[in-house]
């Protein structure tokens, strides 16, 4: 299972462990260069970076068995900044995570976030030992209901905070659930898909006026955008717009960066339309009000990317777009990372495709390096971290 669809895994499966096995440091353009950072992971989707360049990377895990069911394989796991920019691979702590299993598709752990990354706070040095943030996929009532009462992951579509110096987890808040409800009662949205909830995109800033922490989620079943309040419950702020008509009628919204206006953009998947119905370009970015309340409408900032699943501003103000499945299944291997600048939004820079097989989540480390999870839905431990370096 993917957001809001399930996703065929083993279409790719053969193509991407070629792919990634092969990777050696290489040219993507004369002016970037593509280089691994860690192997070995399982389902790699999140990533974020701390004030001090600590790497956390969420790995969703893998499949057990049977048909479906849980396996105890998801984590998040802390990398030291002068161990993974010298190669040292090793994490400081790794924390286990249920995963959710419908076949070879996997849903566990999935976005990631710390204090400052992806917003337009970027002093390099704010605090040490901040709290990190992330998001479980589904719901623990939506799993139940789709396995007849047989599967119950307490965990899932929970959000979940991670002290970054022991690892310690705190259960923060019950997102699945609380969506889950929401398209329960708003069935009139999407008739044939609801109810339906899996968070997967999360993004902690700091608000600039009273530097409080604030919190927000994409959902991806729910197609919601919402805010983590402090006791919990949760503050729906948009509704991300579907196409208009079937049979592609899932936008499916995937990540959220803060950009240089202080709005949330967001990036959709839409992968039935991008791989089945159109030939890629499908996805797009919506400007989203962080006060808004549903149902104020969001704002289209872009469009013709492809299958995003992660996405993040730099520190020149660029938004910057994992795309999952750039090039269709029959590339060998699909996947891109891709460049947009805030100012013009329609010049769109692809880089490393070839290189980043089935990419899942993008941000920017302390030394400038866009770091990018691939393998993000390749089964088993072939994903990894690579890193891309461009000169502008």
Known sequence: MFPGKIVLLTLI????????????????????????????????????????????????????????????????????????ILGFTAPVWSVGFTSFYDGTDVLGPEGISAVGNGSTNRTPRVQSGCAVQMIMSESTPGILAASGGAINDPQAGHLFSLDSSSGAVTDKADVGSQQYAFTDANKALFPDDFPDSNPYGVLVTRDPGSNATRTFVADAGANTISEVMPNGTTRIIAYIPNETSVPFRDATPTC?????????????????????????????????????????????????????????????????????????????????????????????????????????????????????????????????????SVNH
């Open 13 to 84: 499966v053969g193509l991407f462990g070629a792919a990634f096995g092969s990777v050696a440091p290489a040219l993507a353009t004369p002016t970037a260069s593509i280089t691994p950072v860690l192997r070995g992971l399982a389902a790699p989707r999140g990533i974020a970076f701390d004030s001090q360049g600590s790497m956390y990377v969420s790995e969703s895990g893998v499949a057990g068995p049977d048909d479906a069911g849980l396996t105890s394989t998801g984590s998040v796991s802390k990398y030291l900044f002068s161990s993974y």
């Open 256 to 388: 959220i960066a803060q950009g240089p206006d202080g709005f949330l953009y967001v990036g959709t998947l839409h992968f039935v339309a991008n791989l089945f119905v159109f030939n890629g370009d499908q996805s797009d970015v919506w400007r989203v009000n962080p006060d808004a309340n549903y149902p104020a409408a969001p704002q289209l900032w872009a469009s013709g990317l492809t299958t995003v699943t992660g996405c993040t501003f730099d520190r020149h103000g660029n938004f910057w777009a994992a795309e999952m499945f750039e090039g269709g299944l029959a590339a060998t291997p699909p996947g891109d990372v891709v460049e947009i600048p805030f100012a013009n939004p329609t010049q769109h820079t692809r880089i490393g495709f070839g290189q980043l097989p089935v990419p899942g989540g993008i941000a920017q480390g302390l030394d400038g390096g866009m770091y990018v999870t691939v393998g993000a839905a390749a089964p088993g431990r072939s994903g990894g971290v690579m890193r891309v």
